[in-house]
């Protein structure tokens, strides 16, 4: 059996798909959909401009191996995220400068990585963001041991697939099916152009609970009972 699996390259997500949800915060979408949010454990290394959308590029590489990754840099596509299953591995980190700089001038952009980071000054410095969960100085070599590009990965306890959306903000990283997408943003854009809509009201005087109907929920519960 093979050491290296490796599926086909996904078409792109759609670009308007890509447009709109850079106007959506993630956690506005977090507000109706449960499904997708990778694990809190992963977090940027640096502050984030905005949302950053792109499409899935998959990776798996085991323990101390990065052979597959050096290789998966050569099929990424401007705007693709490489997304990168650590299999379990925490204490080796498989991204740092130099791979972060290859990643960003293949055009990747963004990379989510399930395991550990070295060099972050050297990431933040190339431009490339980046979530992951944490820093190491213990890093990975070329061993050939083997590992999977393009095909089902696990990354923050969410299933990727090569060519899902993969949004990304400074609250959290979503993980969306394409066939879904359109609902979600039709929803999330809605919602967005709802925000903050009590703030004029609040600053005039008048209270959250009253806006929300929480008062009137606690109130009624509080009330003497018949």
């Avoid at 991204?95 to 990431?123: N, Q, R, S």
Wanted: some cysteine; overall charge negative.
């Amino acid at each position: 059996m093979k050491k290296y699996q490796i599926g086909p390259v996904p078409p792109q997500v759609d670009p308007r798909l890509i447009d709109g949800f850079t106007g959506v915060e993630i956690a506005t979408i977090g507000h109706f959909r449960h499904r997708g949010f990778v694990n809190n454990a992963l977090r940027p290394i640096a502050p984030l401009p905005g949302v950053i959308a792109g499409t899935a590029i998959t990776v798996a590489i085991p323990g101390t191996d990065s052979t597959m990754l050096h290789h998966a840099i050569s099929v990424l596509r401007p705007g693709d995220i490489l997304v990168i299953d650590r299999l379990g591995d925490t204490r080796h980190a498989c991204l740092g400068g130099g791979v972060a700089f290859a990643a960003k001038t293949a055009g990747a952009a963004a990379v989510i990585l399930d395991g550990p980071c070295t060099d972050p000054d050297e990431i933040i410095e190339v431009g490339l963001p980046t979530y992951c969960t944490g820093v190491s100085a213990i890093t990975t070599r070329l061993n050939d041991l083997g590992g999977a590009l393009n095909l089902p990965v696990s990354c923050g306890n969410v299933p990727v697939l090569p060519g899902d959306l993969v949004l990304l903000d400074q609250c959290g990283v979503l993980i969306l099916p394409p066939d879904e997408a359109d609902e979600v943003l039709a929803e999330a854009t809605a919602r967005q152009a709802r925000a903050n809509r009590n703030r004029g009201r609040i600053a005039a005087g008048e209270k959250l609970g009253d806006l929300s109907g929480a008062s009137r929920m606690v109130a009624e519960d509080m009330a003497p009972k018949p």
